[in-house]
Nanobody, 127 residues
């Protein structure tokens, strides 16, 4: 089973940037889709971005052009760079992968699917 641990959340003003990092262990994720999703208070899950094993990426319209996604298979890390943050980006952010499937996937976009995620890191963007 894979274990994912997010870090890098915090408070920032509108227009600012944050870098979220995810360290994973338990199994290599080189061959699996990885990415991020978020959940704001009182709202449902919102898929943000994913990357295939070949490096192809998908971004939801809400973050396209502002967020970038990268993975380092040698360091076992997944990074979400968030720029030009807005108050509506306030949420708990989760690093995720399609690995360690048990019963169901969280799917979004044309091919993003997640089966496992970490405990999340909170991001707060003030006006």
């Amino acid at each position: 089973q894979v274990r994912l641990v997010e870090s890098g959340g915090g408070s920032v003003q509108s227009g600012g940037s944050l870098t979220l990092s995810c360290a994973y262990s338990g199994m290599p994720l080189d061959s699996f889709i990885v990415g991020w999703w978020r959940q704001a208070t009182g709202k449902g899950r919102e898929g943000l971005a994913c990357m295939t094993k070949d490096g192809d990426t998908y971004f939801e319209d809400s973050v396209k052009g502002r967020f970038t996604l990268s993975r380092d298979n040698a360091q076992n890390t997944i990074t979400l760079q968030m720029n030009n943050l807005k108050p509506e980006d306030t949420a708990v952010y989760y690093c995720a992968t399609e690995a360690s499937y048990i019963a169901s996937y969280f799917r979004f976009g044309p091919a993003c699917r997640f089966a496992s995620w970490g405990q999340g890191t909170k991001v707060t963007v003030s006006p």
